[in-house]
T-cell receptor, first 112, second 117 residues
Framework: GQNIDQPTEMTATEGAIVQINCTYQ??????LFWYQQHAGEAPTFLSY????GLEEKGRFSSFLSRSKGYSYLLLKELQMKDSASYLC?????????????FGKGTKLSVIP | GAGVSQTPSNKVTEKGKYVELRCDPI?????LYWYRQSLGQGPEFLIY????????DSGLPNDRFFAVRPEGSVSTLKIQRTERGDSAVYLC???????????????FGPGTRLTVL
């Protein structure tokens, strides 16, 4: 089966750095995605990792270790608008399907 | 279009009724996905289309749920004899193997919030 774990909630201060962890156990692996979801809105794509290592994109970075089944999303220079849920999702391709299996999401609150 | 669109944005129906939810994917995207998201949960996969055919419908919870994509573009998710437990946000996503940035990145629509009374 598929299992993806991430913390339920986190709080961080504006201007600071926060790391959101994700661990996964899946029967296959075709890549790991991070999405941002503001309340009442659609998930929006943040990052994609398929090889081990760090992918940096502006204030956001994502890390993957396939051997450990572990990823994290790093947000730098936090802004109030970063308050949202962050979803970790694994693509476990099988029979040609690239369906995503999502974690429950981490609700990040950025405080002044 | 510029992004994935879904209609209606909200749908309220009574238990036992039939509903249809529509998804219009990003132009040129061959893959289309339906997910369902309950409050406080991540999206849950329902069905995947590659072109006109349902390549993976393993996530459909039961035979009350059905989806079509007759011309390989717009898709309709159909729910018969709705139950209160079907209340959720139904999300549609599309992807195409055309991005230099990521392979098969799924882009989501705004969703349809279904409420079954």
């Amino acid at each position: 089966g598929q299992n993806i774990d991430q913390p339920t909630e986190m709080t961080a201060t504006e201007g600071a750095i926060v790391q959101i962890n994700c661990t996964y156990q899946t029967s296959g692996f075709n890549g790991l995605f991070w999405y941002q979801q503001h309340a009442g809105e659609a998930p929006t794509f943040l990052s994609y990792n398929v090889l081990d290592g760090l992918e940096e994109k502006g204030r956001f970075s994502s890390f993957l270790s396939r051997s450990k089944g572990y990823s994290y999303l790093l947000l730098k220079e936090l802004q109030m608008k970063d308050s949202a849920s962050y979803l970790c999702a694994v693509s476990a391709a099988g029979a040609g399907s690239y369906q995503l299996t999502f974690g429950k999401g981490t609700k990040l609150s950025v405080i002044p | 279009g510029a992004g994935v669109s879904q209609t209606p944005s909200n749908k309220v129906t009574e238990k036992g009724k039939y509903v249809e939810l529509r998804c219009d994917p990003i132009s040129g995207h061959t893959a289309l996905y339906w997910y369902r998201q309950s409050l406080g949960q991540g999206p849950e996969f329902l069905i995947y289309f590659q072109g006109t055919g349902a390549a993976d419908d393993s996530g459909l919870p039961n035979d009350r749920f059905f989806a079509v994509r007759p011309e390989g573009s717009v898709s309709t998710l159909k729910i018969q004899r709705t139950e209160r437990g079907d209340s959720a946000v139904y999300l549609c996503a599309s992807s195409g193997i055309s991005s230099a940035e990521s392979t098969d990145t799924q882009y989501f629509g705004p969703g349809t919030r279904l409420t079954v009374l």
